[in-house]
Protein backbone atom coordinates (compact mmCIF):
# COMPACT_ATOMS: atom_id res chain seq x y z
CA UNK A 1 0.00 0.00 0.00
CA UNK A 2 1.02 3.66 -0.86
CA UNK A 3 0.82 7.16 0.50
CA UNK A 4 1.23 8.78 -2.69
CA UNK A 5 2.05 7.69 -6.37
CA UNK A 6 5.37 9.88 -6.22
CA UNK A 7 7.01 11.43 -3.14
CA UNK A 8 9.07 14.33 -4.19
CA UNK A 9 11.72 15.92 -1.58
CA UNK A 10 12.11 19.81 -1.92
CA UNK A 11 9.41 22.21 -2.55
CA UNK A 12 11.91 24.63 -4.65
CA UNK A 13 10.77 25.51 -8.09
CA UNK A 14 11.67 21.92 -9.21
CA UNK A 15 9.39 19.93 -6.92
CA UNK A 16 6.80 22.42 -6.60
CA UNK A 17 6.81 22.11 -10.65
CA UNK A 18 6.90 18.41 -10.50
CA UNK A 19 3.63 18.04 -8.20
CA UNK A 20 1.71 20.37 -10.06
CA UNK A 21 2.69 18.83 -12.91
CA UNK A 22 2.14 15.29 -11.88
CA UNK A 23 -1.44 16.92 -10.35
CA UNK A 24 -2.47 18.16 -13.56
CA UNK A 25 -2.22 14.47 -15.19
CA UNK A 26 -4.07 12.80 -12.24
CA UNK A 27 -1.26 11.43 -9.79
CA UNK A 28 -1.28 12.50 -6.12
CA UNK A 29 1.90 13.16 -4.82
CA UNK A 30 3.39 14.50 -1.30
CA UNK A 31 6.15 16.93 -1.28
CA UNK A 32 8.21 17.25 1.75
CA UNK A 33 10.37 20.00 2.44
CA UNK A 34 12.85 20.37 5.61
CA UNK A 35 12.11 24.35 5.27
CA UNK A 36 8.72 26.06 7.34
CA UNK A 37 7.96 27.93 4.26
CA UNK A 38 9.58 29.76 1.26
CA UNK A 39 12.59 31.21 1.89
CA UNK A 40 12.46 34.87 1.56
CA UNK A 41 16.22 34.96 -0.54
CA UNK A 42 15.50 36.52 -4.30
CA UNK A 43 18.26 33.90 -5.20
CA UNK A 44 16.72 32.55 -9.18
CA UNK A 45 15.13 35.28 -10.76
CA UNK A 46 15.46 34.43 -14.60
CA UNK A 47 12.14 32.83 -16.08
CA UNK A 48 13.65 32.23 -19.83
CA UNK A 49 11.26 31.56 -22.37
CA UNK A 50 10.15 27.84 -22.60
CA UNK A 51 9.84 28.12 -19.21
CA UNK A 52 7.56 31.02 -19.31
CA UNK A 53 5.75 28.16 -22.36
CA UNK A 54 5.33 25.32 -19.73
CA UNK A 55 4.11 27.72 -16.68
CA UNK A 56 1.41 29.69 -19.31
CA UNK A 57 0.13 25.76 -19.23
CA UNK A 58 -0.68 25.85 -15.72
CA UNK A 59 -2.37 29.14 -15.56
CA UNK A 60 0.14 31.04 -13.44
CA UNK A 61 2.09 32.93 -15.96
CA UNK A 62 0.39 36.28 -15.63
CA UNK A 63 0.72 36.30 -11.75
CA UNK A 64 4.31 35.80 -12.81
CA UNK A 65 4.18 38.10 -15.21
CA UNK A 66 2.76 41.16 -12.74
CA UNK A 67 5.72 39.97 -10.43
CA UNK A 68 8.35 40.93 -13.02
CA UNK A 69 9.82 43.99 -13.81
CA UNK A 70 8.79 45.47 -16.93
CA UNK A 71 10.32 44.20 -19.84
CA UNK A 72 12.64 47.38 -20.70
CA UNK A 73 14.77 45.70 -17.61
CA UNK A 74 15.65 42.63 -19.81
CA UNK A 75 16.80 44.11 -23.11
CA UNK A 76 20.72 44.72 -21.58
CA UNK A 77 23.79 43.92 -19.49
CA UNK A 78 25.49 46.89 -18.18
CA UNK A 79 29.54 47.05 -17.18
CA UNK A 80 30.63 49.41 -15.39
CA UNK A 81 34.03 50.10 -12.79
CA UNK A 82 31.42 51.39 -10.19
CA UNK A 83 27.61 51.53 -10.57
CA UNK A 84 28.17 55.51 -10.22
CA UNK A 85 31.59 55.65 -12.13
CA UNK A 86 32.75 55.12 -15.59
CA UNK A 87 30.76 52.85 -17.93
CA UNK A 88 32.81 50.11 -19.89
CA UNK A 89 30.00 49.30 -21.94
CA UNK A 90 26.72 47.58 -22.56
CA UNK A 91 25.50 44.67 -24.13
CA UNK A 92 22.31 44.72 -25.77
CA UNK A 93 20.21 41.24 -24.97
CA UNK A 94 18.45 39.08 -27.49
CA UNK A 95 16.50 37.31 -25.24
CA UNK A 96 12.92 37.97 -26.54
CA UNK A 97 11.37 35.77 -28.70
CA UNK A 98 10.92 37.97 -31.69
CA UNK A 99 12.71 37.88 -34.44
CA UNK A 100 12.65 40.64 -37.63
CA UNK A 101 9.06 41.00 -36.70
CA UNK A 102 8.44 37.21 -36.20
CA UNK A 103 6.82 36.15 -32.76
CA UNK A 104 8.52 32.52 -31.84
CA UNK A 105 6.19 32.03 -28.78
CA UNK A 106 3.43 32.99 -27.14
CA UNK A 107 5.25 33.62 -23.71
CA UNK A 108 8.00 36.53 -23.18
CA UNK A 109 11.43 35.96 -21.08
CA UNK A 110 10.79 37.79 -17.59
CA UNK A 111 12.76 39.06 -14.67
CA UNK A 112 11.27 38.16 -11.37
CA UNK A 113 12.31 36.56 -8.16
CA UNK A 114 12.52 32.80 -7.11
CA UNK A 115 10.34 33.53 -3.51
CA UNK A 116 8.00 34.97 -5.65
CA UNK A 117 8.24 32.36 -8.44
CA UNK A 118 7.58 29.78 -5.31
CA UNK A 119 4.63 31.47 -3.98
CA UNK A 120 3.25 31.22 -7.52
CA UNK A 121 3.08 27.84 -7.52
CA UNK A 122 2.17 27.44 -4.04
CA UNK A 123 -1.12 28.92 -4.56
CA UNK A 124 -1.46 27.11 -7.78
CA UNK A 125 -0.96 23.74 -5.81
CA UNK A 126 -3.30 24.99 -3.38
CA UNK A 127 -6.26 24.72 -5.48
CA UNK A 128 -4.92 21.18 -6.14
CA UNK A 129 -6.41 17.98 -4.71
CA UNK A 130 -4.02 15.72 -5.86
CA UNK A 131 -1.14 17.55 -4.33
CA UNK A 132 -0.02 17.46 -0.14
CA UNK A 133 2.99 19.70 0.90
CA UNK A 134 4.37 18.96 4.22
CA UNK A 135 6.86 21.60 5.92
CA UNK A 136 9.38 21.11 8.45
CA UNK A 137 9.89 18.05 6.90
CA UNK A 138 13.35 16.12 6.63
CA UNK A 139 14.22 13.21 4.61
CA UNK A 140 16.10 10.83 7.15
CA UNK A 141 15.98 7.72 4.87
CA UNK A 142 15.37 5.64 1.95
CA UNK A 143 15.30 2.73 0.59
CA UNK A 144 13.13 0.68 -2.44
CA UNK A 145 12.54 -2.16 -3.48
CA UNK A 146 10.60 -3.69 -6.63
CA UNK A 147 7.68 -2.24 -6.21
CA UNK A 148 7.99 1.23 -4.44
CA UNK A 149 10.28 3.10 -2.48
CA UNK A 150 9.96 3.74 1.39
CA UNK A 151 11.23 7.23 2.97
CA UNK A 152 11.86 8.00 6.83
CA UNK A 153 10.73 11.33 7.40
CA UNK A 154 10.97 13.50 10.46
CA UNK A 155 8.70 16.64 11.22
CA UNK A 156 8.46 18.61 15.05
CA UNK A 157 5.68 15.21 15.87
CA UNK A 158 8.54 12.73 15.54
CA UNK A 159 9.67 10.29 12.62
CA UNK A 160 7.17 8.45 10.28
CA UNK A 161 6.99 6.21 7.80
CA UNK A 162 6.39 7.21 3.97
CA UNK A 163 5.64 4.72 1.12
CA UNK A 164 5.27 5.84 -2.75
CA UNK A 165 5.64 4.35 -6.35
CA UNK A 166 8.43 6.49 -7.07
CA UNK A 167 10.40 8.91 -5.62
CA UNK A 168 11.71 12.17 -6.89
CA UNK A 169 14.54 14.10 -5.39
CA UNK A 170 14.12 17.67 -6.11
CA UNK A 171 16.14 18.70 -2.54
CA UNK A 172 18.88 20.70 -4.22
CA UNK A 173 22.78 21.25 -4.15
CA UNK A 174 23.31 19.06 -1.11
CA UNK A 175 20.70 16.30 -2.02
CA UNK A 176 19.98 14.24 0.86
CA UNK A 177 18.45 12.03 -2.48
CA UNK A 178 21.03 12.07 -3.98
CA UNK A 179 23.90 10.99 -1.52
CA UNK A 180 21.90 8.40 0.22
CA UNK A 181 22.01 6.60 -3.07
CA UNK A 182 25.93 7.06 -3.55
CA UNK A 183 25.44 9.33 -6.92
CA UNK A 184 28.78 11.68 -7.61
CA UNK A 185 28.65 15.13 -8.84
CA UNK A 186 30.99 15.29 -12.30
CA UNK A 187 32.76 18.24 -13.20
CA UNK A 188 34.45 21.52 -11.92
CA UNK A 189 33.20 22.65 -8.17
CA UNK A 190 34.09 25.10 -5.95
CA UNK A 191 35.72 27.60 -8.77
CA UNK A 192 33.56 31.19 -7.10
CA UNK A 193 33.54 31.80 -3.69
CA UNK A 194 30.21 34.07 -3.72
CA UNK A 195 27.74 36.04 -1.34
CA UNK A 196 24.26 36.67 -1.96
CA UNK A 197 23.06 40.05 -0.41
CA UNK A 198 19.81 40.66 -0.37
CA UNK A 199 19.07 44.86 -0.02
CA UNK A 200 17.00 47.80 -0.08
CA UNK A 201 17.97 50.95 -1.82
CA UNK A 202 16.78 53.21 -4.06
CA UNK A 203 19.94 52.96 -6.93
CA UNK A 204 17.88 54.58 -9.43
CA UNK A 205 19.69 57.58 -10.15
CA UNK A 206 22.55 55.26 -11.79
CA UNK A 207 19.72 52.75 -12.87
CA UNK A 208 16.82 54.40 -13.85
CA UNK A 209 18.39 55.98 -17.36
CA UNK A 210 19.67 52.56 -18.53
CA UNK A 211 17.26 49.95 -17.18
CA UNK A 212 19.33 46.37 -17.70
CA UNK A 213 18.80 42.67 -16.50
CA UNK A 214 22.81 43.24 -14.62
CA UNK A 215 25.41 45.91 -13.62
CA UNK A 216 28.60 43.81 -13.23
CA UNK A 217 31.07 46.34 -11.25
CA UNK A 218 34.80 45.92 -11.48
CA UNK A 219 37.44 45.83 -8.29
CA UNK A 220 37.97 46.31 -5.58
CA UNK A 221 34.31 45.41 -5.25
CA UNK A 222 33.39 42.87 -7.47
CA UNK A 223 29.90 42.24 -7.63
CA UNK A 224 26.60 42.40 -9.76
CA UNK A 225 23.72 44.35 -9.30
CA UNK A 226 19.93 42.87 -10.00
CA UNK A 227 16.74 44.85 -9.20
CA UNK A 228 14.32 42.00 -7.72
CA UNK A 229 11.33 44.54 -8.21
CA UNK A 230 9.68 48.02 -8.20
CA UNK A 231 9.97 48.48 -4.39
CA UNK A 232 13.64 49.19 -4.19
CA UNK A 233 14.56 45.50 -3.75
CA UNK A 234 17.84 44.33 -4.72
CA UNK A 235 19.78 41.45 -5.07
CA UNK A 236 24.10 41.82 -4.93
CA UNK A 237 26.06 39.11 -5.98
CA UNK A 238 29.41 39.56 -4.06
CA UNK A 239 32.29 37.45 -5.45
CA UNK A 240 35.12 37.39 -2.85
CA UNK A 241 38.68 36.11 -2.55
CA UNK A 242 38.79 33.16 -0.03
CA UNK A 243 42.34 34.24 0.51
CA UNK A 244 41.73 37.31 2.12
CA UNK A 245 38.20 36.88 3.51
CA UNK A 246 36.07 34.12 4.74
CA UNK A 247 32.22 33.15 3.90
CA UNK A 248 31.43 33.99 8.04
CA UNK A 249 32.88 37.30 7.97
CA UNK A 250 30.37 38.21 5.93
CA UNK A 251 27.56 40.16 8.46
CA UNK A 252 25.16 42.43 6.85
CA UNK A 253 27.43 45.59 7.75
CA UNK A 254 29.86 43.88 6.17
CA UNK A 255 27.74 43.26 2.91
CA UNK A 256 26.75 47.00 3.51
CA UNK A 257 30.13 48.17 3.08
CA UNK A 258 31.13 46.19 0.45
CA UNK A 259 27.94 47.11 -1.89
CA UNK A 260 28.54 50.98 -1.17
CA UNK A 261 32.00 50.95 -2.37
CA UNK A 262 30.14 48.61 -5.65
CA UNK A 263 28.07 51.55 -5.80
CA UNK A 264 30.77 55.03 -5.55
CA UNK A 265 33.77 55.12 -3.16
CA UNK A 266 32.21 58.38 -1.84
CA UNK A 267 29.21 57.42 -1.25
CA UNK A 268 27.36 59.57 1.11
CA UNK A 269 27.56 58.24 5.03
CA UNK A 270 23.98 58.97 5.62
CA UNK A 271 22.82 57.14 1.73
CA UNK A 272 20.07 54.90 2.99
CA UNK A 273 20.94 51.62 2.22
CA UNK A 274 19.60 48.49 4.49
CA UNK A 275 21.26 44.68 3.45
CA UNK A 276 18.52 42.31 4.70
CA UNK A 277 20.16 39.02 4.61
CA UNK A 278 23.46 36.84 3.46
CA UNK A 279 23.96 33.92 2.02
CA UNK A 280 27.08 32.24 1.48
CA UNK A 281 27.78 29.95 -1.57
CA UNK A 282 30.29 28.24 -3.97
CA UNK A 283 29.94 28.07 -7.53
CA UNK A 284 30.19 24.82 -9.36
CA UNK A 285 29.56 23.60 -12.81
CA UNK A 286 28.53 19.91 -12.36
CA UNK A 287 26.50 17.54 -13.37
CA UNK A 288 25.27 14.41 -11.84
CA UNK A 289 26.65 10.98 -12.70
CA UNK A 290 22.99 9.38 -13.15
CA UNK A 291 19.78 11.09 -12.91
CA UNK A 292 18.04 7.79 -11.97
CA UNK A 293 18.68 4.75 -9.32
CA UNK A 294 15.84 2.43 -10.14
CA UNK A 295 12.80 3.87 -8.27
CA UNK A 296 14.37 7.29 -7.90
CA UNK A 297 14.99 10.20 -9.81
CA UNK A 298 16.99 13.56 -9.20
CA UNK A 299 15.76 16.96 -10.79
CA UNK A 300 17.07 20.49 -10.34
CA UNK A 301 19.77 21.26 -8.32
CA UNK A 302 19.77 17.71 -7.42
CA UNK A 303 20.87 16.71 -10.82
CA UNK A 304 22.86 19.95 -11.69
CA UNK A 305 24.53 22.57 -10.15
CA UNK A 306 25.19 25.71 -13.23
CA UNK A 307 26.43 28.68 -12.48
CA UNK A 308 24.50 31.74 -12.74
CA UNK A 309 25.70 33.48 -15.52
CA UNK A 310 22.59 32.91 -17.86
CA UNK A 311 20.17 32.00 -15.29
CA UNK A 312 19.38 28.63 -16.53
CA UNK A 313 19.45 26.99 -12.95
CA UNK A 314 16.07 27.11 -11.87
CA UNK A 315 14.86 26.91 -15.85
CA UNK A 316 16.81 23.47 -16.43
CA UNK A 317 15.28 22.41 -12.97
CA UNK A 318 11.24 23.23 -14.56
CA UNK A 319 12.09 21.62 -17.79
CA UNK A 320 13.42 18.24 -16.27
CA UNK A 321 9.74 18.60 -13.97
CA UNK A 322 8.44 18.83 -17.22
CA UNK A 323 10.20 16.10 -19.25
CA UNK A 324 9.64 13.04 -16.51
CA UNK A 325 6.09 13.98 -15.11
CA UNK A 326 3.86 12.55 -18.43
CA UNK A 327 6.63 9.84 -18.31
CA UNK A 328 5.45 8.50 -14.78
CA UNK A 329 2.01 9.31 -15.41
CA UNK A 330 2.12 6.94 -18.69
CA UNK A 331 3.63 4.19 -17.12
CA UNK A 332 1.96 4.60 -13.93
CA UNK A 333 -1.81 4.91 -16.17
CA UNK A 334 -0.62 1.31 -17.98
CA UNK A 335 0.10 3.60 -21.35
CA UNK A 336 4.01 2.95 -21.49
CA UNK A 337 6.47 0.23 -20.42
CA UNK A 338 8.92 1.20 -17.73
CA UNK A 339 11.26 1.38 -20.54
CA UNK A 340 9.96 5.06 -21.16
CA UNK A 341 11.46 6.43 -17.63
CA UNK A 342 15.14 5.55 -19.02
CA UNK A 343 14.39 8.36 -21.86
CA UNK A 344 14.57 10.90 -18.84
CA UNK A 345 18.13 10.40 -17.94
CA UNK A 346 19.28 10.10 -21.62
CA UNK A 347 17.73 13.05 -22.90
CA UNK A 348 17.70 15.71 -19.76
CA UNK A 349 21.50 14.59 -18.52
CA UNK A 350 22.91 16.13 -22.23
CA UNK A 351 21.24 18.97 -21.50
CA UNK A 352 22.25 19.91 -18.30
CA UNK A 353 25.92 19.67 -19.68
CA UNK A 354 25.29 21.90 -22.06
CA UNK A 355 23.65 24.67 -20.45
CA UNK A 356 26.33 23.50 -17.18
CA UNK A 357 29.25 24.33 -19.87
CA UNK A 358 27.78 27.38 -21.66
CA UNK A 359 27.04 28.80 -18.07
CA UNK A 360 30.72 28.30 -17.24
CA UNK A 361 31.79 30.17 -20.59
CA UNK A 362 29.51 32.96 -19.67
CA UNK A 363 31.20 33.25 -16.37
CA UNK A 364 34.66 33.05 -18.07
CA UNK A 365 33.70 36.48 -20.41
CA UNK A 366 32.60 38.46 -17.47
CA UNK A 367 36.08 37.66 -16.01
CA UNK A 368 38.13 38.30 -18.78
CA UNK A 369 36.49 41.52 -19.10
CA UNK A 370 37.20 42.02 -15.72
CA UNK A 371 40.61 41.44 -15.70
CA UNK A 372 41.20 43.72 -18.66
CA UNK A 373 39.48 47.00 -16.70
CA UNK A 374 41.42 45.86 -13.65
CA UNK A 375 44.90 45.59 -15.64
CA UNK A 376 44.75 49.53 -15.78
CA UNK A 377 46.50 49.21 -19.39
CA UNK A 378 43.24 48.41 -21.65
CA UNK A 379 42.32 50.50 -24.11
CA UNK A 380 38.92 51.88 -25.03
CA UNK A 381 39.20 49.59 -28.52
CA UNK A 382 40.19 46.40 -26.23
CA UNK A 383 37.61 46.98 -23.75
CA UNK A 384 34.71 46.77 -26.60
CA UNK A 385 35.90 44.20 -28.53
CA UNK A 386 36.09 42.16 -25.08
CA UNK A 387 32.52 42.84 -24.62
CA UNK A 388 31.81 42.01 -28.52
CA UNK A 389 33.17 38.54 -27.98
CA UNK A 390 30.79 38.10 -24.37
CA UNK A 391 27.66 38.53 -26.46
CA UNK A 392 26.64 34.92 -26.46
CA UNK A 393 25.80 35.75 -22.74
CA UNK A 394 22.71 37.44 -22.77
CA UNK A 395 21.86 36.41 -26.40
CA UNK A 396 20.61 32.86 -25.74
CA UNK A 397 17.49 32.44 -27.74
CA UNK A 398 18.86 29.22 -29.30
CA UNK A 399 19.60 27.83 -26.30
CA UNK A 400 16.07 27.92 -24.86
CA UNK A 401 14.39 27.14 -28.05
CA UNK A 402 16.44 25.55 -30.03
CA UNK A 403 16.73 22.85 -27.37
CA UNK A 404 16.63 19.65 -28.85
CA UNK A 405 16.74 15.34 -27.85
CA UNK A 406 19.64 13.58 -29.95
CA UNK A 407 18.41 10.10 -27.82
CA UNK A 408 15.47 8.94 -26.08
CA UNK A 409 11.41 9.01 -26.54
CA UNK A 410 11.99 10.12 -30.22
CA UNK A 411 12.47 8.48 -33.93
CA UNK A 412 14.69 10.45 -36.05
CA UNK A 413 13.39 11.05 -39.54
CA UNK A 414 16.89 11.37 -41.36
CA UNK A 415 16.78 15.21 -41.55
CA UNK A 416 19.90 17.42 -40.49
CA UNK A 417 19.00 19.71 -37.40
CA UNK A 418 18.64 23.90 -38.83
CA UNK A 419 22.16 25.55 -40.10
CA UNK A 420 22.73 28.38 -37.84
CA UNK A 421 25.45 30.84 -37.60
CA UNK A 422 25.50 30.55 -33.75
CA UNK A 423 23.63 27.56 -32.04
CA UNK A 424 23.63 29.66 -28.76
CA UNK A 425 22.13 32.82 -29.83
CA UNK A 426 20.41 31.85 -33.29
CA UNK A 427 16.93 30.20 -33.29
CA UNK A 428 14.73 28.90 -36.77
CA UNK A 429 11.66 26.62 -35.99
CA UNK A 430 11.51 23.06 -37.05
CA UNK A 431 9.54 19.91 -36.50
CA UNK A 432 12.48 17.69 -36.61
CA UNK A 433 11.97 14.55 -34.16
CA UNK A 434 13.84 15.64 -30.23
CA UNK A 435 12.86 19.69 -30.89
CA UNK A 436 10.43 21.57 -29.25
CA UNK A 437 7.46 21.96 -31.69
CA UNK A 438 7.37 25.26 -32.78
CA UNK A 439 5.24 28.13 -32.72
CA UNK A 440 2.46 29.21 -34.77
CA UNK A 441 -0.81 31.33 -33.70
CA UNK A 442 -3.97 29.78 -33.70
CA UNK A 443 -7.34 30.24 -32.25
CA UNK A 444 -9.78 26.98 -31.74
CA UNK A 445 -11.30 26.03 -28.63
CA UNK A 446 -9.45 28.63 -26.66
CA UNK A 447 -5.79 27.57 -27.95
CA UNK A 448 -3.94 30.73 -29.59
CA UNK A 449 -0.85 29.04 -30.01
CA UNK A 450 0.20 25.32 -30.79
CA UNK A 451 1.70 25.30 -28.34
CA UNK A 452 -1.51 24.94 -25.97
CA UNK A 453 -1.95 21.40 -27.61
CA UNK A 454 0.94 19.85 -26.64
CA UNK A 455 0.00 19.40 -22.43
CA UNK A 456 -1.55 15.95 -21.14
CA UNK A 457 -1.28 13.84 -24.23
CA UNK A 458 0.54 13.13 -27.63
CA UNK A 459 -1.23 14.78 -30.45
CA UNK A 460 -0.90 13.58 -34.04
CA UNK A 461 -0.87 16.35 -36.57
CA UNK A 462 -1.56 15.23 -39.99
CA UNK A 463 -1.71 16.56 -43.66
CA UNK A 464 -5.38 17.16 -44.61
CA UNK A 465 -5.00 13.85 -47.30
CA UNK A 466 -2.83 11.86 -44.88
CA UNK A 467 -3.83 8.24 -44.33
CA UNK A 468 -3.42 8.50 -40.48
CA UNK A 469 -6.16 11.22 -39.87
CA UNK A 470 -8.55 9.20 -41.93
CA UNK A 471 -8.01 6.01 -39.95
CA UNK A 472 -8.11 7.66 -36.83
CA UNK A 473 -10.66 10.07 -36.85
CA UNK A 474 -10.62 13.30 -34.88
CA UNK A 475 -9.43 11.55 -31.71
CA UNK A 476 -11.41 14.62 -29.68
CA UNK A 477 -9.41 15.86 -26.13
CA UNK A 478 -9.83 13.34 -23.41
CA UNK A 479 -10.94 10.41 -25.70
CA UNK A 480 -9.35 7.49 -27.32
CA UNK A 481 -7.70 7.62 -30.42
CA UNK A 482 -7.41 4.60 -32.38
CA UNK A 483 -4.60 4.03 -35.10
CA UNK A 484 -5.39 0.62 -35.78
CA UNK A 485 -2.76 -2.24 -35.36
CA UNK A 486 -3.78 -2.54 -31.63
CA UNK A 487 -2.45 0.80 -31.22
CA UNK A 488 -5.05 2.86 -28.93
CA UNK A 489 -4.14 5.28 -26.57
CA UNK A 490 -6.29 6.99 -24.43
CA UNK A 491 -4.15 10.20 -24.71
CA UNK A 492 -4.05 10.54 -27.88
CA UNK A 493 -5.27 12.96 -30.24
CA UNK A 494 -5.46 13.26 -33.45
CA UNK A 495 -5.62 16.71 -35.80
CA UNK A 496 -6.35 16.76 -39.17
CA UNK A 497 -5.50 20.28 -40.71
CA UNK A 498 -7.21 21.88 -42.52
CA UNK A 499 -10.45 19.98 -41.13
CA UNK A 500 -10.28 19.72 -37.07
CA UNK A 501 -7.46 23.07 -37.38
CA UNK A 502 -7.89 26.35 -39.83
CA UNK A 503 -4.80 26.26 -42.04
CA UNK A 504 -5.09 28.77 -44.58
CA UNK A 505 -2.35 28.89 -47.17
CA UNK A 506 -0.69 25.37 -45.45
CA UNK A 507 1.44 27.65 -42.91
CA UNK A 508 0.69 24.49 -40.16
CA UNK A 509 2.09 22.07 -42.33
CA UNK A 510 4.69 23.87 -43.65
CA UNK A 511 6.13 24.63 -40.58
CA UNK A 512 5.77 21.26 -39.07
CA UNK A 513 6.99 20.13 -41.99
CA UNK A 514 4.47 17.49 -43.44
CA UNK A 515 2.64 18.70 -46.67
CA UNK A 516 -0.68 17.57 -47.49
CA UNK A 517 0.20 13.20 -46.63
CA UNK A 518 2.33 13.58 -43.79
CA UNK A 519 2.24 13.38 -40.11
CA UNK A 520 3.56 14.74 -37.18
CA UNK A 521 3.79 13.38 -33.53
CA UNK A 522 4.21 15.63 -30.71
CA UNK A 523 4.95 14.40 -27.34
CA UNK A 524 2.82 16.05 -24.01
CA UNK A 525 5.83 18.14 -23.27
CA UNK A 526 5.35 19.49 -26.40
CA UNK A 527 8.86 18.01 -28.38
CA UNK A 528 8.43 16.28 -31.25
CA UNK A 529 8.49 12.19 -31.13
CA UNK A 530 8.31 11.05 -34.59
CA UNK A 531 7.62 12.50 -38.18
CA UNK A 532 6.72 11.25 -41.80
CA UNK A 533 5.92 13.45 -44.82
CA UNK A 534 4.15 10.27 -46.18
CA UNK A 535 2.62 9.11 -42.92
CA UNK A 536 -0.03 6.09 -42.86
CA UNK A 537 -1.63 4.52 -39.78
CA UNK A 538 0.15 1.62 -39.53
CA UNK A 539 3.66 3.40 -39.71
CA UNK A 540 2.18 6.03 -37.05
CA UNK A 541 0.70 3.19 -34.69
CA UNK A 542 3.98 1.63 -35.03
CA UNK A 543 5.73 4.67 -33.78
CA UNK A 544 3.72 5.10 -30.75
CA UNK A 545 4.00 1.43 -29.56
CA UNK A 546 7.80 1.99 -30.25
CA UNK A 547 7.95 5.35 -28.13
CA UNK A 548 5.85 4.07 -25.32
CA UNK A 549 8.27 1.43 -25.19
CA UNK A 550 5.08 -0.92 -24.78
CA UNK A 551 6.49 -5.03 -23.95
Known amino acids: MTDATVLIAGAGPAGLSMAILLGRLGLDAIVVERRGGVNPHPRARSVNVRTAEIMRQWGVLDEIEAASLPLPWTEQFVYC ?57 ELVEVTQDSDGVAAEVRDPSG ?49 DHRPAALYWTTSPARNVFQKIDTDDRWLCQI ?33 DLRVTDVIPWVMSSTVAERFRDRRVFLIGDAAHQLPPTGGFGMNTAVQDAHNLAWKLAAVAGGHAGEGLLDTYETERAPVAQYNADRSRENSRSVGRIRRLV ?28 GLRYDEGCLIPDGTEPPQVDDPVSDYVPTARPGHRAPHVPIDVDGATSTLDLYDSQFVLLCGIDCDAAAAAGKGEAGTEADLGSGCAHPALRVLRLGVDLDDPGGRLADAHGIGRMGAVLIRPDGHVAWRNPQATADAAAAALATLLARP
Open 81 to 137: ETLAGTEIGRVTTGVQPVVDGVELSPAPWLLTSQDRIEEVLLRRLAGMREAQTCWDT
Open 159 to 207: TRQLRARWLVGADGAGSRVRQSLGIEMDGIAGFGTMINCQFYADLGPWS
Open 239 to 271: NYDPSMHRAEDFSTDMAAQWIRRSIAPDLPEDF
Open 374 to 401: ESGTATVEQKREALRASTQYGNWLGMDL
